[in-house]
């Protein structure tokens, strides 16, 4: 999930979005990506076990209403804050559920780069 987001990421699906219900949501292989991760986790809770079904039921394609309330319940932002946010405030949010002390986006981030010139 983390590497979604690299400094040399030539696919930016953070910032691509899906369409939605009067609204652009997260794009489907993110939250599919996010399931996974979530679901390998050892300490998930019903609201987790509940997300990742959902997610796999609709193939991804989560209404962003449904992913701000998931990211409340876990008690990040306030529900109207992460209907106004980007989505890259959101997927920072869904970040901290995987990694609450942010061990492995820090490992990530220093991980090999290619340069070319």
């Known amino acids: 999930f983390f590497v979604l987001f690299t400094y040399y990421d030539p696919i930016r699906l953070i910032y691509a979005t899906g369409a939605g219900v ?14 996974r991760s979530l679901w390998e986790l050892e300490q998930k809770d019903q609201t987790d076990i509940g997300f ?9 394609r989560v209404e962003r209403r449904a992913v701000a309330a998931y990211l409340e ?7 109207e804050a992460l209907l106004a946010a980007d989505n890259q405030v959101m997927y920072e949010q869904l970040e901290k559920v995987i990694d609450p002390m942010g061990r492995t986006k820090k490992e990530k981030r220093g991980a090999r780069r290619i340069i070319v010139d």
Not at 52 to 58: F, S
């Open 52 to 60: 990742c079904l959902l997610i796999w039921n609709g193939q991804g």
């Open 73 to 79: 319940s876990k008690g990040n932002l306030a529900m």
């Open 22 to 35: 009067g609204e652009q949501t997260l794009h489907p292989a993110l939250l599919l990506e996010f399931a």
